[in-house]
C-alpha cells in the first residue's frame, strides 16, 4: 500500500463549482498534512496546511482533515479556470520532523 | 523572499556519464530533499539531508548519490546515467519542524539519451 494516495483524475468541474480533491494516508501516526497545487512545467507551490481535525478555510480554499479515517480533502469554492493544475497532497511522516511523502497527485480541470 | 534555485533548467546527457544537479537555498534551511517527478507517479523521494555532511536514503536512491558540504547546497549526484533516470528532479528545502512547509526550486528536466 503507498504511503499517500490520490486519485489520479482529471477531476473535471465547470466554472463556479465546488471541486473537490481527496488523499488517503497509511500512517495512522503522521501528524501534519499539506496542499500543494502544482501548474503544468511549474514547482509545486503551497496552497495550505492542516494538521487539526475538522476544517481550515483560507479565501477560496477550505481544507479537511479526519484522523481516525485517515483522510484530508481540499475544497474548492467557486472554482476558475485558473484553478487548472495537478494537487499534491503530502504528509509529514511519524518517523521524523523534516521527511514528506507526496500522493502522485490529482489532475484538475475547472472548464469555463 | 524565500528562494531555492537548481543550476539547470534543462539537461541532455549521454548514457553513462557522470551527472552533477546543484540546488542551493538562502534561507538558512536545515532540511534539504530532492525528488523525481514522473507522470503519474508523483514526487518520490530520492534522498534528503538533515545536516551539513548528514544524509539519508529516500524510498528511490538507487543510481544516486548526494553530497552536501556546506549547508546552503545540496547536490544530486548520478554515477552513471541510464535512460531510465530521465525526469524532472526537483530540490526542495524545508526548516525543521513538523509543520512547516517546504519550498521548492524551479526543478531541471534531465534526459538521458
Known amino acids: 500500500q503507498k504511503e499517500v494516495e490520490q486519485n489520479s483524475g482529471p477531476l473535471s468541474v465547470p466554472e463556479g463549482a465546488i471541486a473537490s480533491l481527496n488523499c488517503t494516508y497509511s500512517?495512522?501516526?503522521?501528524?501534519?498534512f499539506f496542499w500543494y497545487r502544482q501548474y503544468s512545467g511549474k514547482s509545486p507551490e503551497l496552497i495550505m496546511f492542516?494538521?487539526?481535525?475538522g476544517d481550515k478555510e483560507d479565501g477560496r480554499f477550505t481544507a479537511q482533515l479526519n484522523k481516525a479515517s485517515q483522510y484530508v480533502s481540499l475544497l474548492i469554492r467557486d472554482s476558475q479556470p485558473s484553478d487548472s493544475a495537478t494537487y499534491l497532497c503530502?504528509?509529514?511522516?511519524?518517523?521524523?520532523?523534516?521527511?514528506?511523502?507526496f500522493g502522485s497527485g490529482t489532475r484538475l480541470l475547472v472548464r469555463p | 523572499d524565500v528562494k531555492v534555485t537548481q543550476s539547470s533548467r534543462y539537461l541532455v546527457k549521454r548514457t553513462g556519464e557522470k551527472v552533477f544537479l546543484e540546488c542551493v537555498q538562502d534561507?538558512?534551511?536545515?532540511?534539504m530533499f530532492w525528488y523525481r517527478q514522473d507522470p503519474g507517479l508523483g514526487l518520490r523521494l530520492i534522498y534528503f539531508?538533515?545536516?551539513?555532511?548528514?544524509?539519508e536514503k529516500g524510498d528511490i536512491p538507487e543510481g544516486y548519490s548526494v553530497s552536501r558540504e556546506k549547508k546552503e547546497r545540496f547536490s544530486l549526484i548520478l554515477e552513471s546515467a541510464s535512460t531510465n533516470q530521465t525526469s524532472m528532479y526537483l530540490c526542495?528545502?524545508?526548516?525543521?519542524?513538523?509543520?512547516?512547509?517546504?519550498?521548492f526550486g524551479q526543478g531541471t528536466r534531465l534526459t538521458v539519451v
Open positions: 526542495a528545502s524545508r526548516i525543521t519542524g513538523g509543520y512547516t512547509e517546504a519550498f
Open positions: 500512517d495512522r501516526g503522521s501528524q501534519s
Open positions: 492542516i494538521y487539526s481535525n
Open positions: 503530502a504528509v509529514n511522516v511519524r518517523d521524523s520532523s523534516y521527511k514528506l511523502i
Open positions: 534561507m538558512d534551511h536545515e532540511n
Open positions: 539531508s538533515y545536516d551539513v555532511k548528514m544524509k
